[in-house]
């Protein structure tokens, strides 16, 4: 096999990885027009979420508080981490689900039998 096709084939997964990545990363307004989350890129092929804009400024979110951590892909369109509720000042096992301009989000417990989720639009 030539040097150039295997450095190709090596290469290929990490493309796609980041593609696949690629599609999430953005502004998020959740459907009750309250936040905007910020989800980019953070270490290797993970993304990570923080609050970038709030309705109430006097209420748990603050701003650049992160709320989506190591979020890795996990399937088609899918990612797992961790979610941070920012209400209850808790951690939870987290879960992100993509449909085109649509988001949901998860945070749950017992091993995924108990989840809250939110529904996020992409922000224009």
Known sequence: MSRSLLLGLLVLPVAISAAVAEEVTGEWERDDGKTKVRISSCAGDTVCGEVSWIQD???PN??????FF???PNGDNTWSGTAFDPEDGQRYSGKMTLSGDHLVTAGCVLGGLV??????????
């Open 57 to 59: 400024p006097a209420g």
């Open 62 to 67: 603050q701003l650049r508080q992160q709320v």
């Open 70 to 72: 190591d979020m890795k």
């Open 115 to 124: 989840c809250k989720s939110f529904s996020w639009t992409r922000a224009r």
